[in-house]
């Protein structure tokens, strides 16, 4: 019992961090693959847009499909097997780098293309840390 | 010791921060309008929004994580796009109120048309966001922000009958002008207890690095510092109550409410009037973006703080950098600051239920909360501010339509 | 044979007995980890029926009930379905194999 895990409560929404601690977006959604014979197993893990439009409901999902980039958009859904876990507390460590999400395409993308390109994007005041 | 520090700080920075556009606004158009009979709703909007602050802070100092970001965990990605919405539209026109407010300030002090000043605003507080730490934006906007001691300058030099302001405590009827009186009182309200303020105050006590050691720095904080804060508001009405009531001005335009203090202060008055307006104003739009910067990162799971350089949280600040573009447009324009400000008071108002009733459950819930979870006496406020909050959802929009 | 279900088609969906009458609504999985040579994997213990009686049709999405629940006037009754008496054959006509009166004997154990 000290290793159940309530799914929608501790899983579901929940902040992800990568391998570095960093930030990578939430558990828009968790995938159970149904087993004959077996309990279902908790196979994997969904980030991305078009998984939480979906999640609002069809009226969102279909307004996202009419956005342009929405091609992008279903593609850019990042699929974590869940045996990369590390731990799971008030947020979930998990063991693949940031850099390889589809899901963080776009703040990889603004970071590049716009924040980078604008003077002191690199620097802050006094760093406190 | 060093607590004691950060406590005359935090509450220093509550003081400075607390007027902004919509405080005064609607502060002086109460007092206007009804004299002291309004200084009840001042002091019952304080209150609230220091319960709201005290508990958004615990809850961040107790859990480590923000109010969002636990909004976003218990209500999932479908009920989370309601209080997202509810927070996001009121708050974008608050925002655009503000920077008109530091617009029309710069109006008056140079003679240049407020609409030319909305871009150069924007790219300011860009600038102190882009480069600035949360500490610098906070306490360096709220410090400025102690001018509005002005306030309380000219409401003594006015000469009120202190007793007929403590009189206006008690909520009282009006006798005149009913839709009016309350359209007043809900937009008081909606300025007081902004969403985005105690959002933005549970995001900061994380930037801070806040802990539970920091419950009592927390309480006084939120407490304290509003209590002051609050006063200045009704400072700020008492000077509309003596200096408008009497001459039954009308207040519809910022030019007139210069007059709350350079009738009893003259020209050095006027002087502190733009100042207060323009720091205050600034202060609040640099909050407000942040804010929303906060609520799209915090609730879809992005890197993001304020003391961590643009590149490392591209989408956070590039969030906060898009949300000050698109609020100077309605003002390039030239939209009406005012108006633009009451209505967006009575919005906030009404959005109040959803941020307010879910409280009611996290401060509840001993896994997030351990042993500092609401007792007897914080549920009972947090029940009375939420049957406040259902009110004034009811009656923001007939009251808008009847007596705006 | 096995199929894919995301947890968010699940979770909300009305649970019947074998005679067709509600049992509640899905509100929860609990998982637990289970030793393989291949590596640890979690699976679903159990699904976590609620509902609330006569205003169970009332007490739709999740948010209400989460507010209702705090409410110790309205009646609630919790029931706790091993995995292997849930039929999900049609994930969105989740059936116990178990009737009311069976579910309501195992849970006042």
Redesign the interface.
């Known amino acids: 019992?000290n290793?159940?895990?309530?799914?929608?409560?501790d899983v579901?929404?929940?902040?992800?961090k990568d391998r570095n601690r960093?930030?990578?977006?939430?558990c828009?959604?968790?995938?159970?693959?149904?087993?004959?014979g077996?309990?279902?197993?908790?196979?994997a893990m969904?980030?991305g847009g078009a998984?939480?439009r979906?999640?609002?409901?069809r009226w969102m999902a279909t307004l996202g499909r009419l956005l342009p980039g929405a091609r992008n958009s279903a593609s850019a859904v990042s699929r974590i097997p869940?045996?990369a876990v590390r731990s799971i507390g008030?947020t979930i460590e998990v063991d693949v780098l940031r850099d390889d999400l589809p899901s963080e395409h776009?703040?990889?993308w603004?970071?590049k293309h716009?924040?980078?390109r604008?003077p002191?994007?690199?620097?802050?005041?006094?760093?406190?840390? | 010791m060093k607590k004691w520090g950060e406590v005359a700080l935090g509450v220093v920075t509550s003081i400075g921060g607390f007027l902004e556009v919509g405080s005064i606004a609607t502060s002086v158009q109460g007092g206007a309008q009804f004299g002291f009979q309004l200084v009840w709703a001042l002091a019952l909007g304080t209150v609230c929004l220091a319960v709201l602050m005290e508990m958004t802070g615990r809850l961040a100092a107790v859990s480590g994580r923000s109010y969002v970001d636990l909004l976003r965990e218990h209500l999932g990605i479908r009920f989370f796009i309601i209080p997202f919405v509810a927070v996001l539209v009121p708050g974008f026109l608050v925002l655009v109120s503000e920077l008109g407010g530091v617009a029309i300030g710069l109006q008056m002090a140079t003679g240049i048309a407020f609409r030319w000043w909305a871009i150069p605003v924007a790219l300011v507080a860009w600038a102190l966001l882009w480069r600035g730490t949360f500490g610098l934006v906070e306490q360096g906007t709220a410090l400025l922000g102690l001018a509005s001691v002005i306030f309380l300058v000219g409401a003594l030099k006015l000469h009120p009958h202190w007793s007929a302001v403590g009189a206006g405590l008690v909520p009282s009827a009006p006798s005149r002008d009913h839709a009016k009186y309350w359209y007043l009182v809900v937009s008081i309200l909606g300025a007081s207890i902004s969403p985005y303020l105690y959002l933005f105050y549970s995001a900061g006590a994380l930037e801070d690095g806040w802990t539970i050691e920091y419950l009592g720095v927390n309480r006084v904080t939120a407490g304290v510092g509003n209590l002051f804060g609050g006063g200045l508001a009704i400072m700020v009405l008492v000077c509309a109550a003596m200096v408008f009531l009497p001459r039954r001005i009308e207040v519809d335009a910022y030019e007139q409410i210069a007059l709350v203090l350079a009738t009893p202060l003259g020209r050095t008055g006027f002087a502190f009037f733009l100042i207060t307006l323009c720091i205050t104003c600034f202060g609040a739009t640099a909050e407000i973006s942040l804010a929303g910067a906060y609520l799209f990162a915090q609730g879809l799971g992005w890197p993001w703080s304020e003391n961590m350089r643009p590149s490392a949280d591209s989408r956070f600040a590039s969030t906060y950098s898009l949300l000050l573009l698109l609020a100077a447009i309605p003002i390039a324009l030239g939209a009406d600051p005012l108006k633009l400000t009451n209505i967006s008071m009575v919005l906030s108002a009404a959005s109040l239920p959803v941020t307010v009733i879910p409280l009611l459950v996290l401060m509840n819930d001993e896994r997030i909360m351990t042993s500092h979870a609401n007792g007897w006496l914080g549920n009972t406020a947090l029940v009375l501010i939420a049957l406040l909050s259902i009110v004034l959802f009811l009656a923001a929009v007939p009251l808008q339509m009847l007596g705006g | 044979m096995s199929r894919e279900v995301p947890l968010h088609e699940l979770i909300g969906r009305t649970v019947r007995d074998p005679d067709g009458r509600t049992v509640g609504r899905i509100e929860e999985l609990r998982a637990e980890i289970r030793l393989q040579e291949q590596g640890n994997e979690y699976v679903v213990s159990e699904f976590h029926v609620g509902s609330f009686g006569a205003i169970e049709t009332l007490a739709g999405p999740s948010l209400a009930r989460l507010l209702l629940r705090r409410l110790r006037f309205i009646s609630y009754r919790h029931h706790r379905i091993p995995w292997d008496r849930l039929d999900l054959a049609d994930p969105r006509n989740p059936r116990a194999l178990d009737t009311l009166e069976q579910l309501r004997a195992r849970h006042a154990d």
């Open positions: 019992m290793d159940g895990l309530d799914l929608r409560h579901q929404d929940a902040q992800l960093e930030n990578i977006g939430r828009d959604s968790l995938v159970l693959e149904l087993r004959d077996s309990p279902p197993r908790v196979a969904l980030i998984v939480r979906e999640r609002v409901g869940f045996d008030t776009l703040e990889r603004l970071a716009v924040v980078c604008i002191g994007a690199d620097q802050k005041q006094e760093s406190k840390t």
